[in-house]
């Protein structure tokens, strides 16, 4: 009797450990996902807007003035900024804007595609070890901001579209090097720096602090 109701209570204990769904917690919102991201994948490494295809000086602190309104008015996502970013929650200084607004910017680089219960996410961040300056990163965020990264390959700069000097010599047809002055504007600010050659890209980035003699030529 005693060895049958041992057995027993061996199978009852053995039959209800079975390994429970793992726990979610508190809910966030989007914006709130995407810091989650942003704290454990890195930040979104993108073509910014304030320095492609040509940056001018001051232009992204003006631009972060003129925007603030507009980000302010999203309340949700305003609120989990000045979180993040560990600012006041009254008026901000002109360089605070610039905090929100740099935020902002990262917040719209990225995108959550819903899967079932998570989000999934790819997007290209700057490597910390490894070969490669950046990688591309996939996964999944939980609803409570748990990241399981499922996907980590090597990957090249974004193709982020750039404004040369007139005098700037670019590859045209055949590899034959062709004068900047002989594109239209419009091919000026579409051309992308993998259809530079690789010399004529060095010389452009390493002049990079003159780029606003460049807007004029351009």
Not at 149 to 168: D, T
Not at 174 to 199: F, I, Y
Not at 201 to 216: E, H, K, P, V
Request: charged fraction near 15%; include cysteine.
């Amino acid at each position: 009797m005693r060895l049958a109701l041992t057995l027993f209570l061996v199978l009852t204990v053995a039959c209800g450990t079975a390994t429970p769904a793992p726990a979610v917690g508190t809910p966030l919102t989007m914006t709130q996902l995407k810091f989650a991201l942003i704290d454990s994948v890195g930040k979104p490494v993108y073509c910014d807007r304030d320095f492609y295809p040509i940056a001018r000086q001051g232009g992204e602190e003006a631009n972060a003035v003129s925007t603030y309104p507009q980000i302010k008015a999203d309340s949700e996502m305003y609120t989990a900024i000045v979180a993040h970013e560990h600012l006041p929650s009254g008026d901000l200084t002109d360089a605070q804007k610039l905090v929100v607004y740099r935020a902002w910017k990262l917040l719209q680089a990225m995108t959550l595609t819903p899967t079932g219960s998570d989000y999934s996410f790819q997007y290209r961040v700057q490597s910390k070890g490894g070969s490669a300056a950046y990688e591309m990163v996939g996964g999944t965020v939980r609803a409570d901001g748990v990241v399981t990264v499922s996907s980590r390959a090597p990957s090249g700069p974004p193709n982020c579209p750039i404004c040369l000097a007139a005098s700037a010599l670019i590859a045209g047809p055949r590899d034959r090097m062709v004068s900047s002055t002989r594109s239209r504007r419009s091919d000026c600010l579409g051309l992308r720096s993998s259809e530079t050659s690789t010399s004529i890209r060095t010389a452009f980035w390493s002049s990079f602090s003159s780029l606003a003699s460049l807007a004029a030529a351009c």
